[in-house]
């Protein structure tokens, strides 16, 4: 079946430090890769999301490409501020699905430091 | 516009007890589903009410219902609290069935069960 692997945190960096949490998937077909992201004490906001092949999404100075070959959608970031601290998921589903259909990763915690 | 709303915030009870909680969908959005949040766990996806029918369930036991109301209002109850229970539920809407590509959570109600 479909699954989504991401990264173990807690991740810990410096401000202005680069970001990279990793994702990778297994699904049948061509599903839409998301990133979400969970601020303390809030619920998930969809961060970015792409829906085909060599996609790339972005948003808010973030970026992950939609990698078929490696199966992957890793999650970058030039530079983290603290307001970035946060939990961060993966998840994939067929496209223009039920929320049913969506497949969360564990979520990796980031914490910046100032 | 209002986003969607979870009552109450936080929720403590003790074992034996039952529980209801409240999400009130951003307007328009007829679709509301349910997810618990746990550390160990992360996101499992409960149910999923689309005019006021329940669409989706989760592998939850039956101790675990919802319903939808015809203003897309929705409550979910547990009955019988363990321990185990303890977890965020989260509330998210989306204007269609097929919403999994724009999909809105609440902030959650905390419930811890004593």
């Known amino acids: 079946g479909n699954s989504v692997t991401q990264m173990e945190g807690p991740v810990t960096l410096s401000e202005e430090a680069f970001l990279t949490i990793n994702c990778t998937y297994t699904?049948?077909?061509?599903?839409?890769l998301f990133w979400y992201v969970q601020y303390p004490g809030e619920g998930l906001q969809l961060l970015l999301k792409?829906?085909?092949?060599?996609d790339k999404g972005s948003n808010k100075g973030f970026e992950a490409t939609y990698r078929k070959e490696t199966t992957s959608f890793h999650l970058e970031k030039g530079s983290v501020q603290v307001s970035d601290s946060a939990v961060y998921f993966c998840?994939?589903?067929?496209?223009?699905?039920?929320?049913?259909?969506?497949?969360f990763g564990s979520g990796t915690r980031l914490s910046i430091r100032p | 516009k209002a986003g969607v709303t979870q009552t109450p915030r936080y929720l403590i009870k003790t074992r034996g007890q039952q529980v209801t909680l409240s999400c009130s969908p951003i307007s328009g959005h007829r679709s509301v589903s349910w997810y618990q949040q746990t550390p160990g766990q992360g996101l499992q996806f409960l149910f999923e009410?689309?005019?006021?029918?329940?669409?989706n369930k989760g592998n939850f036991p039956g101790r675990f219902s919802g319903r939808q109301f015809s203003n897309s209002r929705s409550e979910m109850n547990v009955s019988t609290l363990e321990l185990g229970d303890s977890a965020l539920y989260l509330c998210?809407?989306?204007?269609?069935?097929?919403?999994?590509?724009?999909?809105?959570f609440g902030s959650g109600t905390q419930l811890s069960v004593l």
């Open positions: 009410y689309f005019s006021e029918t329940q669409r």
């Open positions: 792409a829906t085909k092949a060599d």
């Open positions: 998210a809407s989306s204007f269609s069935l097929q919403g999994n590509e724009k999909l809105f």
């Open positions: 699904a049948t077909g061509y599903p839409s």
């Open positions: 998840a994939l589903s067929a496209p223009y699905s039920s929320a049913s259909k969506i497949i």
